[in-house]
């Protein structure tokens, strides 16, 4: 039946016209875009997915930067740290040198001055961002130092921060507080030879003359030294040796972890990168083929458009004379 009322033909071509004309929108949205899921509306469990993961991202990039001031403070301790061990090496060969016959101990004694100067010098230049593990002029201790190393999300959708701790009592190489709170002010207790016997004695190497709780003898010599106690002076400045050693080991294990950590967090950004890509990334290849395809569909809805329209303007003819 033709009817001038209603082209059931152009009617249908139209419907389909739209229906093509939608799908083209949203191809070209995906192509402009990128995104194949850019909003809820197109896959609210992997926009909701892929939201929380960027979140997260955003998290270790900060947690990355973190890790790069804590490589660059603990580089600066450490360096601090190799030094000093290099100082106090020096100072325990001038001691040994001292202990030779004939030697002018008040030349050697100088020597050490300036040495142990280098040692302070040292500890209060290696300050980072305003920090300073190796040096303390407060009455309170450093304490333990804090480097924030991951951001986490727990199975149930909790959140926490990792850290790495430092203890800076194992660092801290002059306190002019409280002298017993550094390596280089605090007593070192030792047993040296007296005479045909043995006993206790305690030296320090660097004199904080303000700081409390100091206790033994600083290292210095001169002429009057006796060997005794320069054996004594020795094994104490081996002591501060052993311990710096130890600090710097320590120190040396963290800033290794800092860096590993750094890897990984660099590593677990771009994985997560990639996974959140394969949900909501358009593949161009698929969308252009799609969107030639529909360009296709496109004209062909139009001129099946036109061809309905020409068939309902036929029937004027029925009515010519």
């Known amino acids: 039946m033709t009817s001038i009322l209603t082209n059931t033909a152009a009617m249908a071509a139209l419907q389909t016209l739209r229906t093509i004309d939608s799908n083209m929108e949203t191809v070209q949205n995906r192509i402009s875009s990128g995104y194949r899921v850019g909003t809820a509306a197109d896959n609210a469990a992997y926009w909701s997915i892929a939201t929380t993961m960027r979140s997260d991202n955003e998290a270790l990039s900060t947690v990355k930067d973190a890790l790069g001031l804590g490589a660059a403070k603990t580089d600066t301790y450490y360096a601090g740290l190799d030094s000093s061990v290099k100082v106090v090496t020096e100072i325990k060969a001038k001691l040994v040198a001292a202990r030779e016959p004939g030697v002018d101990k008040d030349k050697i004694n100088k020597e050490l001055t300036e040495l142990k100067n280098q040692l302070t010098s040292i500890a209060q230049s290696a300050s980072f961002s305003g920090e300073n593990w190796l040096f303390n002029a407060s009455t309170t201790a450093l304490g333990t130092k804090q480097i924030v190393a991951s951001f986490n999300r727990a199975a149930n959708g909790t959140v926490s921060v990792t850290t790495l701790a430092f203890d800076t009592t194992k660092s801290v190489l002059i306190d002019t507080s409280q002298a017993s709170r550094g390596i280089l002010t605090k007593g070192m207790q030792i047993t040296q030879p007296s005479g045909s016997t043995t006993t206790t004695a305690t030296y320090f190497l ?101 061809i309905a329209n020409t068939n309902a303007a036929n029937i004027m003819q029925l009515f010519r004379q």
């Open 206 to 306: 660097v004199n904080a003359s303000a700081a409390t709780g100091a206790t033994g003898s600083e290292i210095k010599i001169s002429t009057s030294t006796s060997n005794d106690d320069l054996d004594g002076m020795i094994s104490a400045v081996e002591s501060v040796l052993q311990v710096l050693t130890d600090s710097a080991a320590t120190l040396g294990a963290i800033n290794k972890r800092i860096d590993m950590q750094d890897e990984f967090v660099s590593t677990l950004m771009d994985v997560i990168d990639k996974g959140v890509g394969r949900l909501v990334d358009a593949d161009m290849n698929e969308e252009s083929t799609r969107l030639k395809a529909l360009q296709t569909q496109q004209q062909l809805g139009i001129q099946s458009l036109s």
